[in-house]
């Protein structure tokens, strides 16, 4: 038996309330991942690297600890990535709750950031839209960002069937359409002008052109 050097408590291993008191002053440097300082450490005023005083318990300054967590995050990079999937695919529930809360509390603010997002980039959110349509018909594919202005490119900027200019706008659209078990694939898309992709709407691209006075 011992003898607990606070209270005098006699115990086999250690005392467990003297023990449970000493977690409970630390935790917060625990919960930040410091270090506990001991209790004769001297107190320092400036940091060793770069002689900042806004300083933690261990004697660095929060930049040279920004700086050091930086680095490691470059080079631990992959794990992270995986950790964090991790811990997202085995709380599906809870981050769903935790990103409803938040939207709850910022909604002016994220309406207003989606909005300006939505004037910033209009292309991709243009192809957001259509892999968003062809998951929902399970059509299977994925469209690659930038593919309008390949195509643009491509077609010297003239719609694939009237050849008519497209610099007053264009519709991305679908050669053999999602409902005729076309796909959802970079080689299955086309620029046409918005009266040709109307017109066509979900008509199999033979008929549609034959209609046109093509492929007699």
């Not at 709750?97 to 709850?104: D, G, N, T």
């Not at 490119?153 to 659209?173: I, N």
């Not at 918005?194 to 006075?213: L, Y």
Request: proline share 3%.
């Amino acid at each position: 038996m011992k003898t607990c050097r606070n209270c005098g408590t006699l115990f086999e291993t250690r005392c467990k309330k003297c023990f449970n008191a000493y977690q409970r002053k630390w935790s917060k440097y625990k919960a930040l991942g410091l270090k506990v300082p001991k209790k004769n450490r001297p107190v320092k005023e400036v940091c060793n690297k770069c002689g900042g005083t806004d300083l933690y318990t261990d004697g660095h300054c929060r930049a040279c600890k920004f700086e050091y967590r930086k680095k490691w995050y470059v080079t631990n990079r992959e794990k992270q990535i995986d950790k964090a999937r991790k811990n997202r695919s085995d709380n599906k529930e809870k981050v769903r709750e935790s990103k409803r809360l938040y939207y709850a509390e910022n909604r002016e603010a994220r309406m207003a950031y989606h909005k300006k997002w939505l004037s910033e980039n209009p292309e991709r959110n243009r192809i957001y839209l259509l892999n968003r349509r062809a998951r929902k018909k399970s059509s299977g594919g994925k469209l690659s960002p930038g593919l309008a202005e390949r195509l643009l490119a491509l077609q010297k900027c003239k719609c694939a069937v009237c050849r008519k200019s497209l610099k007053d706008g264009y519709h991305l659209d679908h050669m053999m359409p999602l409902g005729l078990q076309g796909r959802n694939e970079d080689r299955n898309m086309q620029l046409l002008c918005p009266h040709c992709n109307q017109s066509k709407h979900d008509k199999h691209p033979i008929d549609f052109m034959q209609s046109r006075g093509f492929l007699l």
